[in-house]
């Protein structure tokens, strides 16, 4: 093969070197080395406990790890608050969302960054207008289908508040984003939608490393999955390339074969 066409899929956006958190006496995760590549859909499954949302906590500044490295694009960097996660392009989509309830749709995309205009030359404002306008456009470019921005958020269905939080991370210039599992809450036509829109921001060169324990979703979804036991990473494997059965023993088992 000549390897040219699969230079996206092989690009590594993320790696994780050694990574260690302990509670206590308790290793919740324990020397984690993976890569993520450009585009992948990465799920990471395992037992409650295993580790995983302390995992995706360290990746996505929430809580430091103890030791280990992570590097973005080649770079190592430093993610001690959400703040330098956002500034490294990783995003996180948390179980709570990070809605607040009594805004709108696009208030809540906007959240932390609105956009402001001045009346009269100088009293500074926000600008309402030009953030309809922008989340219009990033809705229709990601082919989300909301129909009542002015809404405030507390009346959307579970579905379409996790749009509006998924919207949230691609407004920023988003590289990795984490989703802690997103489908958990969500009726079948609505974990569909949000299937539908993860596969479109891999086809947009996202990388998209998703926890769920659903795994239908993850075979229908993920490019690799990732097993994690007891702290530790059992395994990566490519779902092209496995079974439920497999991935199961994994997960029970700890072992990959
Ligand atoms: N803040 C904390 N303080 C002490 N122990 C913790 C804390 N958070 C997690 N743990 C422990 O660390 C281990 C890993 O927990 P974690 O939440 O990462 O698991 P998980 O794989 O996300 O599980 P689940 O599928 O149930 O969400 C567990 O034994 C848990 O009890
Ligand atoms: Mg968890």
Redesign the pocket.
């Known amino acids: 093969m000549s390897g040219g066409g699969t230079q996206v899929a092989t690009t590594k956006v993320m790696r994780v070197v050694d990574l260690d958190k302990s ?2 006496g ?1 290793r ?2 324990d020397s984690v080395s993976f890569d993520v590549y450009r585009g992948e859909i990465l799920a990471l499954v ?10 995706v906590k360290a990746l996505a500044g929430a809580q430091p790890p103890d030791s280990g490295r992570i590097e973005i694009e080649g770079r190592p960097v430093q993610l001690r608050t959400p703040r330098d996660a956002d500034a490294a392009g990783i995003g996180c989509l948390h179980q709570g969302l990070g809605l607040v309830d009594a805004l709108n749709v696009p208030e809540n995309v906007f959240l932390g960054r609105e956009l402001q205009t001045k009346i009269l030359g100088f009293i500074p404002q926000l600008d309402h207008r030009r953030m309809r306008e922008r989340t219009i456009e990033l809705l229709e470019r990601f082919g989300i289908n909301l129909p009542r921005l002015n809404d405030a958020v507390v009346r959307l269905s579970g579905g379409q508040r996790q749009t509006v939080a998924i919207s949230r991370l691609l407004l920023q210039d988003v590289r990795v984003v984490i989703m ?2 997103p489908m958990a809450a969500l009726g079948v036509e609505e974990g569909r939608r949000v299937l539908d829109l993860v596969a479109n921001m891999r086809a947009r060169g996202i990388s998209v490393i998703v ?1 769920s ?1 659903n795994l239908e979703h993850v075979f229908q979804l993920a490019d690799r999955i990732a097993v ?1 036991k007891n ?1 530790r990473l059992v395994g990566i494997v490519e779902t092209a390339s496995t079974t439920r059965d497999a991935v199961v023993r994994m997960i029970t088992f700890g072992q990959l074969h």
Do not use: W
């Open positions: 509670y206590g308790l919740a995760v395992g037992d409650n406990g295993a580790g995983k949302s302390t995992l802690d599992e926890i324990h994690m702290g």
